[in-house]
DNA sequence: AGCACGCCGACT
DNA sequence: GTCGGCGTGCTC
């Protein structure tokens, strides 16, 4: 008999089954006791002693909590402990928040692993690395030190590297915020929304550190190279760990900074379940850490303006503020007639030529494409439904406008702006075309630069650079001049953060601009204009959370969007409509859905702090469809029942 | 998901 | 009397 010590491994057993989303006790055989390990990938048997499942161990304890006859571990697969105490900690609080599996975000944490990387890491000797002495954050009185948090307004312009590249003065900022910590013996986690930005970043980064410290984790990379870094970021020594979403889930030898650049890039809503944003798992890890995080963006999101209110988050503003030359201009007809045709107004496209003869004009226009809304067919406002705020629209050129969130019929509608009472379809947008553009500017060179066409810089040569929203290259120098033109079109977009997100893509733009060259802005007015005139983005956003409030619309409150088949969707609304600061939209019918089955959508809203209560009550209704309610159709002409689906912190039905 | 256990119709 | 139908439930 051996002794009692570590003779159970505590195992999560890779499975996304939601039943099976908890730790299991397996008895250490003795040949196992010196490689299993809490961390280690493991194989194990699970129900009848066919099966294997691979799993990790979590905890090596005296005695589990289960009563049963233990099964033993079959193996460990790999002795190196991959999944962290932290980063198992992390995962299990933020499947936790969002009512999901913990197995889930294991699996954005960890990547397949890949024996031959693991077996070349295992024979390299270990890298040499000096220390990192500390640099100011150049523009800013701050000091990154644990538990410091920070909504970073950044600074709008571009700068020369010592290499030579040009890049956002953001880039310049995150990568001595990351020296900072690094200098601290501490690494920093630097997550970005996409490559175009990472690119960026690590040439700043290489510029104040050596390529030893710098390890990259992103989406573009395969697996093996995913893995590779993982097993370097698993070290004793301080790194800076810079990718896109997932990289918040990276191991860290002592987290001394979580930075995130521009928040509000939808790049940072994980598309796998559970969902969890970015900058949500960047608040759970700084919490649970007490690292230092900073959110640093030219304009700023209704989320870090809610925490910056709550006084979560310091404001760190620029010592010296920098004031873009932003001109709004209403759309007004051009004298020349090609740049009329272009639709660009004259005093634009007087500025763009006069600044083409000295270098590149950046052109900021829409992607073309947006789906069909309602309106008023009087003013123009968007119609929405008298209840609840939520956007109408018909299903078919007949039926009556219903409510896309509560399912009410808006039989007597009448726009709350002007009274008028019939809907028109907005919103068609057709393309404007590059061409167009080139002929308002005969003999200069046109640059096209958007999803098909990336060009990442442009030297600092006349030439027309032409963009969608967030394809901007960066121009040597910064654009001498900045044109933003479908500003009209942009805002048309029907969606909940439709301001947010035009704020971004036009200071991002801005941003881009030579010292002193004019932004012009075309066809807007009003609030979002002078916030970008004033450079007063947080202003202009704690503006749209008091609306938020006014509706109750997140970030405001949290909300949690439940489907499925009609009886489990009222049976999860039922488990939460009675408690206090929850109130439920819906359910509305959402099918039929493209396999046939029809299904409902119900929509939690709830304060920030019932979170914790209202995802465990739709977890355990997550768990009791998985488990008991399994309706075995024979007949196959019938499709499948959707099966219940919980999803936390999505705003797209409030989009529409 | 799989797979075992369990309580009602037509079979040697 | 029982062989097996798949509804129900569990996985250390």
């Known amino acids: 008999m051996p002794p009692a010590a570590d003779r159970v491994a505590r195992v999560l057993v890779d499975s996304s089954l939601p039943q099976l989303d908890r730790l299991f006790d397996y008895r250490i055989p003795p040949e196992l006791r010196g490689a299993a390990r809490p961390g280690v990938r493991v194989r194990v048997p699970i129900r009848s002693a066919g099966r294997i499942a691979d799993g990790f161990i ?65 024979a390299e000797p270990p890298t040499p690395r000096t220390p990192i002495s500390s640099i100011v954050v150049s523009g800013y009185d701050i000091t990154i030190s ?11 312009r571009v700068t020369q590297l010592r290499a030579g590249a040009w890049v956002g003065e953001w880039a310049v900022t995150m990568a001595a915020m990351a020296v900072q910590s690094l200098a601290g013996g501490a690494s920093a986690i630097l997550a970005v929304p996409d490559y ?120 760190a503003l620029p010592v010296r503020a920098i004031l873009p030359r932003v001109i709004p201009t209403v759309q007004q007809q051009s ?40 309106a008023c067919a009087t003013c123009g406002q968007s119609a929405r439904c008298g209840f609840c705020e ?13 409510c896309q969130w509560c399912g009410r019929i808006a039989a007597n509608w009448a726009c709350s702006n ?11 947008g057709s393309a404007r075309t590059a061409e167009d553009l080139g002929r308002a500017f005969p003999g200069v060179r046109v640059i096209i630069a958007d999803g098909e066409h990336q060009v990442l810089d442009v030297g600092s040569t006349p030439a027309l650079v032409i963009a969608t929203r967030g394809a901007e290259p960066i121009a040597a120098g910064g654009y001498r001049a900045v044109l933003l033109l479908d500003g009209e079109r942009m805002l048309a977009r029907e969606s ?30 009003g609030a979002l204009a002078s916030a970008l005139t004033t450079w007063r983005l947080g202003a202009y956003a704690r503006g749209e959370l008091a609306d938020r409030r006014r509706l109750r619309f997140p970030p405001a409150v949290r909300v949690a969007t439940v489907t499925g088949d009609a009886a489990s969707v009222e049976a999860s609304v039922r488990a939460v409509a009675e408690f206090d600061h929850v109130d439920v939209l819906g359910p509305v019918d959402v099918g039929p859905a493209p396999s046939g089955a029809t299904g409902m ?4 809203r709830f304060d920030y702090a019932e979170g914790a209560t209202v995802a465990s009550a739709l977890r355990a209704e997550v768990i009791r469809n998985a488990t008991t309610r399994r309706k075995r159709l024979a007949s196959a002409a019938r499709p499948a029942l959707p099966t219940l689906k919980v999803r936390f912190d999505d705003t797209e039905p409030f989009d529409q």
């Open 196 to 315: 175009r930005d990472q690119r960026q970043l690590t040439a700043a980064l290489a510029d104040v550190l050596p390529p030893e410290r710098i390890v990259h984790l992103d989406a573009r990379q395969s697996n093996p190279e995913r893995y590779r870094a993982v097993l370097d970021c698993l070290g004793e020594d301080a790194l800076a760990i810079v990718g896109n979403r997932s990289v918040v889930y990276s191991p860290a030898a002592r987290l001394g900074l979580i930075a995130v650049w521009d928040d509000g890039d939808p790049l940072h809503a994980e598309p796998l379940s559970p969902y969890v944003h970015t900058r949500d798992a960047a608040l759970v890890r700084q919490e649970q850490q007490g690292c230092a995080l900073a959110f640093v963006g030219h304009s700023r999101s209704a989320d870090v303006e809610r925490l910056v209110e709550l006084g979560w988050l310091a404001e």
């Open 335 to 374: 004298e020349d007639r090609l740049a009329a045709q272009a639709r660009i107004p004259s005093s634009a496209w007087r500025a763009a030529r006069e600044a083409l003869a000295d270098g590149p004009v950046l052109v900021q226009v829409a992607r073309p494409g947006y789906a069909p809304r309602l």
């Open 58 to 122: 979590i905890e090596v304890a005296e005695a589990g909590d289960y009563p049963g006859p233990l099964s033993d571990l079959d193996a460990v697969v790999s002795e190196v402990a991959v999944l962290t105490p932290e980063v198992w900690e992390l995962a299990r609080r933020v499947a936790d928040r969002a009512a999901g599996s913990a197995n889930d975000v294991v699996r954005l944490a960890v990547p397949k692993r890949q024996v031959r990387v693991e077996k070349g890491w295992l």
């Open 601 to 604: 959508r119900a929509i939690v």
């Open 496 to 525: 909940l953060r439709v301001a947010e997100d035009c704020l971004r893509w036009w200071s991002n733009a801005i941003a881009l601009a030579a010292p002193g060259a004019p932004a012009i802005l075309v066809g807007v007015g």
């Open 390 to 402: 939520g956007p109408l629209a018909t299903k078919t050129s007949r039926s009556v406008p219903a």
């Open 146 to 156: 644990p538990g410091a948090r920070f909504a970073v307004d950044a600074i709008p």
């Open 418 to 428: 002007c009274e008028g009472t019939t809907f028109r379809s907005v919103g068609q």
